[in-house]
């Protein structure tokens, strides 16, 4: 009589993670079949993408703590002393990347450390839902990391894979994020469809043109169904900006003209300092001691000297972090509808600004027609008309803003349009992924 087989040993569930722009995700295999999110924060299956470096109160021999996701943004509205780091994915393909940054009481970081920590707390969260080590994943990433280099956006994948490896992440596979969607999406399509997805957070607007169906989601390799991947590095973060520039720091300056002399046209006040105070991965580079003390010999540079005094007020309280959470909070606001009003009395008591839909769409179309035309360009890529599309599908953070998603809709007369959650379908998608390629 013959020994029994021996089983192949069980092998470690697999994960797969949406490092997003403004937020993230992990997804683990569900224990009935499919995929789940992990509770990343208390009832939240997706958490900012942010870190707070807590320098207050501590020993020289000691390191910061580190707060995550909502946290982290407390953290810093609260006022302890540290750094608040957002937009990380942003710096892949950088230089910034492999730079150190200053966050407080004498301490540097690395970026890719800044990552690299996230994507840990992100796996640690994971690994005590599925009750295993986690050495295998798909991440998500966006079809392009850098517009029109693709060297740079090749270092930004390598980057990104680095920090992975770097948290004990072994064996890994990389998947666009909007064919990530689209996989979500199949799970729900009763016949084979085309759909242009279109992923667009806070940092890139992705398109991918793909074919679906229920007998093409039973095969592992889909490259034949993708017809085109196209996209553009604006998104959600640019639009922040540009609320900013455009509501918020006129009312600082931006824009603004120097003082009037005899025979002279005023010249406008530089500029530079309000763009990096409007770029989450800049704001902290205003503060340093040299730009400050360049800052503050400026004041004969303003016309106006109430502006001037804002400006100095958000450099020397820190605000510019606060500031763009305050033109992403009005974005949101007038998307739901309405017009908001921004409350900026801690640059001056009573002071405020508002933002209506007119005004918005009007700060943001130059975006909306690039992100519009990527659209046009994907189908394009394709060789498919806008009439042989099927259907729509809208993902991503900044499909809340509807002139943006009416505008694509436009575009594709004969398309249904279906919005997915735009904040988890990337995740559940990269999650059906790494269930096909390590099961």
């Not at 034949?224 to 640019?238: E, M, P, R, S």
């Not at 000297?305 to 400006?311: A, D, E, H, K, S």
Request: neutral net charge; charged residues 25%; contains cysteine.
């Amino acid at each position: 009589m013959s020994a029994p087989a021996a089983r192949a040993p069980a092998r470690a569930p697999s994960c797969a993670i949406d490092f997003g722009t403004s937020n993230s995700a992990i997804a683990l295999p569900a224990p009935g079949g499919g995929v789940e999110l992990v509770e990343v924060e208390p009832g939240r299956r997706t958490m900012p993408t942010a870190v707070f470096y807590q320098v207050e109160g501590l020993a020289a021999h000691e390191e910061p703590q580190r707060a995550y996701g909502r946290e982290a943004l407390a953290a810093y509205m609260e006022g302890h002393e540290g750094r608040l780091m957002r937009s990380m994915k942003s710096i892949l393909g950088s230089s910034l990347a492999e730079q150190s940054t200053e966050v407080g009481a004498g301490r540097s970081v690395r970026y890719l450390d800044v990552v690299s920590g996230y994507l840990r707390h992100l796996k640690s969260l994971a690994e005590q839902q599925a009750g295993a080590p986690l050495e295998r994943a798909v991440l998500g990433r966006p079809v392009y990391f850098v517009d029109g280099d693709p060297v740079r956006d090749a270092q930004a994948q390598q980057a990104l894979e680095d920090a992975a490896r770097a948290v004990g992440l072994r064996e890994l596979s990389f998947q666009y994020e909007p064919i990530a969607a689209a996989l979500d999406y199949e799970q729900t399509v009763q016949r084979e469809q085309l759909v242009l997805v279109a992923d667009i957070g806070g940092g890139t607007s992705d398109f991918s043109l793909v074919r679906v169906g229920p007998e093409r989601r039973r095969r592992l390799e889909r490259q034949g169904d993708i017809l085109a991947n196209h996209g553009v590095h604006v998104a959600g973060t640019d639009f922040d900006r540009h609320i900013e520039l455009a509501s918020i720091l006129p009312l600082c300056g931006y824009k603004g003209l120097g003082p009037r002399r005899p025979g002279e046209t005023p010249r406008e006040v530089p500029s530079r300092v309000y763009f990096d105070l409007a770029t989450w991965h800049l704001i902290n580079t205003v503060y340093s001691p040299r730009r400050m003390a360049e800052l503050r010999r400026m004041g004969g540079f303003y016309g106006d000297p109430t502006q001037y005094r804002r400006l100095m007020t958000v450099l020397e309280q820190r605000l510019g972090h606060a500031l763009v959470g305050q033109a992403e909070a009005a974005k949101i606001a007038v998307a739901e509808g309405g017009a908001t009003r921004i409350d900026l009395a801690r640059l001056e008591p009573g002071l405020h600004a508002t933002l209506d839909g007119a005004q918005a769409v009007q700060a943001l179309d130059a975006q909306l027609q690039r992100i519009v035309a990527a659209a046009d360009e994907t189908l394009r890529a394709g060789g498919v008309r806008a009439d042989a599309v099927d259907a729509v599908y809208f993902t991503g953070g900044s499909t809340g803003f509807r002139p943006l998603t009416e505008r694509i809709a436009a575009r594709l007369p004969a398309a249904l349009a279906w919005h997915g959650d735009r904040d988890a379908s990337v995740a559940r998608g990269l999650g059906v992924q790494a269930l096909r390629l390590f099961a």
